[in-house]
């Protein structure tokens, strides 16, 4: 974190200079006053102890390990609905003083201020930004004002912000400040786990005053963490690997452990997925637990045709995935879970596995992280057996890098791959996007684009006129973009909530899906806007999710599943 020091007033020179830095004072006017040195008075200032002195809206907030700014950790708030992610803590000031506040963001819209100041309080604000960016404002306190709340939040339904290396700057008002850290000892007790095709898992003693830890594999970083085990994916089947793990926090970084070697274990073909059907539902079944039914896959609904286990998880090597099963979701084993894909792809159904989603980013810039992204996407294929990948990248995308990344893919999976996308609104106005062009440079091994018609706003259709989300006509006019711009009937899908609580918006009843899909297939139950030819090979819809559809004793599927397996 940001520890930076400013001395207040001017200084003596001489041994008086030195005396005053010695004792952290500073001596200032003719008769030598001393007044101590300014300081950061916000606690946790670097979120490097989680959310210590931190309080979250709603547990809205998170301390995480990507994306930082400096040192190990950093704060990610999500709006939800009617929250706007606040997270605040309340600093000690002294009275009759001026503070300088700022922070480092990131992300989606985010705000920083203070309030209870006992004079006039303050705020300051950006938009998204893409890489961090310094919020900076200063508030004077009241004459009797001890303690101020500084706070930082996003706002109402738009995407998550990350805070770092938080600054109060002024007077200590008697809390203090953070105490500097010591770089610490080198982690003890490396071993080897447990071994797959693709990947080992380490663990290790965890090291005192470590915020993090670094993993190397051959000499080479591998991957970072903030706890005191990991697993290294990507890896090639039957190969021996050496493993060293160092400890980090802001000090710097320990030196390297003692070496450890583990060997991946031997591929095995899960062999190629049963085929998508010509009209198909996908659902994407939650690898968490958000308040929707928790769910094993054996437990989603039978009218899903293609399932998209969300989600997969970036490592620290760019375009590179690896996927972890959540304990919430109640599997005993892997095994267990590797057994119910197996158990759908024998029951007709392809299981993928979703890249992406509003929190999660992969990266893929180079033709080395498409490399790494082919290489780790078929790698969990063939451990887990998924039938493919889904694209829901959120947060921008390379279209001639993915396109590569997908080439590559289908190169090493055949012509069985199952190949999905899940764009935001925004991403296919036309086909200029990055989205657009990326499905259409693959088109040949697209199963299907499934659009996010929620969380979107007004948008506009394939005749220019201005549509609002949650109408049949919002679906029809939309899809025709798609329908216009090149893709095939059978790779447009409706992207649609399965509840209320599905999404922070968007939510239409399986009804006008239904009529949407008669408008688009057959002609038949369109609103104002009607396309000017039908597409009866139209593939047919998804939601997001097959736990929120349980939650709502599975309406949406019960609904719109038998309705897509019978358009023409």
Sequence with gaps: MDRTTRSRGRSWLGASLALAVGSGLVLVGGAGTAQAADVNVAKNAGFESGLTDWSCSAGSGAAVSSPVRTGAGALRATPAGMDNAKCVQTVTVKPN?????SAWVQGGYAYLGATGTGTTDVSTWTPDSASWKQLTTAFTTGASTTSVQVYTHGWY??????VDDVSVFGPDGGGGTDPDPVVPPTPAGLTAGTVTTSSIALSWNAASGATGYKVYRNGALAQTTSGASATVTGLAADTAYQFQ????NTAGESAKSTAVTARTAKATDPGPGPAVPKHALTGYWQNFNNGATVQKLRDVQAQYDIIAVSFADSTATPGQITFNLDPAVGYASVADFKADIAAKKAAGKSVIV?????????TVNSDASATAFADSAYALMQEYGFSGVDIDLEHGINATYLTKALRQLSAKAGSSLVLTMAPQTIDMQNTGTEYFKTALAVKDILTVVNMQYYNSGSMLGCDGKVYSQGSVDFLTALACIQLQGGLDASQVGLGVPASTRGAGSGYVDPQIVKNALDCLARGANCGSFKPSQTYPNLRGAMTWSTNW???????????VGPHVHNLP
């Design 354 to 362: 979703s890249v992406g989603g509003e929190k999660g980013n992969v």
């Design 549 to 559: 559809d349980a939650t709502a004793g599975n309406a949406w599927s019960n609904a």
């Design 245 to 248: 793990v160092s400890a980090t």
């Design 97 to 101: 003083s001026t503070y300088t506040l």
């Design 157 to 162: 339904g738009t995407a998550a912000y990350s």
